[in-house]
T-cell receptor, first 114, second 113 residues
Framework: KQEVTQIPAALSVPEGENLVLNCSFT??????LQWFRQDPGKGLTSLLL?????REQTSGRLNASLDKSSGRSTLYIAASQPGDSATYLC?????????????FGSGTRLLVRP | ETGVTQSPTHLIKTRGQQVTLRCSSQ?????VSWYQQALGQGPQFIFQ???????GRGNFPPRFSGLQFPNYSSELNVNALELDDSALYLC????????????FGQGTRLTVV
């Protein structure tokens, strides 16, 4: 059974700091891995999607890496801003499944202090 | 902003009642997935509909049921509501097999009292 874990559960950093969020999964037979952002009480916005054959994806100040063999992914946020404050969720889909049957971690709540 | 719309945005129901939540899919998408997100937790997969047929179900009891219409919009029905059903219900619209990417709606906040 696939399990997804995110560490830390919460993080508070001063504005401008670079930071890393961690995600681990127990079964390496994944189709893809996604990082999402969720603002309080809102839906999910996809930030980065990494196919199982890829090692990383970048979008602006965000960089996500994937190491299937170790069951880990990291989301790197450069030069953090108060507007980055949100919950960040990682999710995997399994090989053979359609891409939106997702298994989520519990998220990391990020606060960027001005 | 995505083309995935959920209604209603909030509702309050009494234990034992029934509720129907609705989700419109993004134009061109044939798959809708439903998730339940309890406070402080990640979303949990309820079920998925692909071209009007159920295509997989998570660990939820039969009182959670769904439907997908020919225009690929979808409903989630929950019977005999329990207090623990209080959560944010999210739907996601996507293109199903072999294609990555999709969009989540803004969710319906259900409170059971």
């Amino acid at each position: 059974k696939q399990e997804v874990t995110q560490i830390p559960a919460a993080l508070s950093v001063p504005e401008g700091e670079n930071l890393v969020l961690n995600c681990s999964f127990t079964d390496s037979a994944i189709y893809n891995l996604q990082w999402f952002r969720q603002d309080p009480g809102k839906g999910l916005t996809s930030l980065l999607l990494i196919q199982s054959s890829q090692r990383e994806q970048t979008s602006g100040r965000l960089n996500a890496s994937l190491d299937k063999s170790s069951g880990r992914s990291t989301l790197y946020i450069a030069a953090s801003q108060p507007g980055d404050s949100a919950t960040y969720l990682c999710a995997v889909s399994r090989q053979g499944d359609s891409s939106y049957k997702l298994i989520f971690g519990s998220g990391t709540r990020l606060l960027v202090r001005p | 902003e995505t083309g995935v719309t959920q209604s209603p945005t909030h509702l309050i129901k009494t234990r034992g009642q029934q509720v129907t939540l609705r989700c419109s899919s993004q134009s061109g998408h044939n798959t809708v997935s439903w998730y339940q997100q309890a406070l402080g937790q990640g979303p949990q997969f309820i079920f998925q509909y692909y071209r009007e047929e159920e295509n997989g179900r998570g660990n939820f009891p039969p009182r959670f049921s769904g439907l997908q219409f020919p225009n690929y919009s979808s409903e989630l029905n929950v019977n005999a509501l329990e207090l623990d059903d209080s959560a944010l219900y999210l739907c996601a619209s996507s293109l199903g097999f072999g294609v990555s990417g999709g969009f989540f709606g803004q969710g319906t906040r259900l409170t059971v009292v």
